[in-house]
């Protein structure tokens, strides 16, 4: 049954409001649910208010890490970076370069992390899973069954990211990387020494 007008604006309303209170992406059933609303509706008014905040709002609603959430928009976080100060994650080189290997080869376990580097990665990898950027997805049906391991919805959030598909050329993720997360050792280094061509079969 086609919505009146009045039941529109009022889900349109309301999903203003949710969006504004989540603290994570909403996925669409989700936002279905919590507004009692047709899923189609509520994509169509999510598309709806993304067009009008982008042209007349400091704010923006973003499909990202599966789900929906409004955000401030990026040219503003200088100034709003003055009433709250970002809590960055600061990583050393080598924890971004493990953290490129588990984006780009996922799932993969520890001893084929370490055998792309060509180092022990222990601490890298419980770095990045301490700041929630890696999780353990698995287990490899090999003798020992070493974790795999695989990034987070955080780290989608983190980069911009609808899903995995969405992943860029590894260079470009580099450098965004190193704008976002690296600490000032790893700053100083242009790129990574990371293939994504490797061969991870194996334990």
Known sequence: MESSSEQRMWWRKALECVLFVATKPLPLDELARVLDAPPDEVLFLLNELAVDYERNSGLAIVEVAGGWRMMTRAEFAPVVARLHPPQ???LSRGSLEVLAIVAYHQ?????EIERLRGVDSGAALQSLLEHGLIQVVGHKEVPGRPRLYGTTRRFLELFGLRSLDDLPPLKEWQE?????????????????????KGDNDGA
Request: proline fraction near 7%; hydrophobic fraction near 45%.
């Open 176 to 196: 965004k990387a190193v704008a976002l997360l690296a600490d000032d050792a790893a700053s100083t280094h242009e790129q990574f020494d990371v293939s994504v």
């Open 88 to 90: 960055r994650v600061r």
């Open 107 to 111: 799932p993969i376990t520890r001893p």
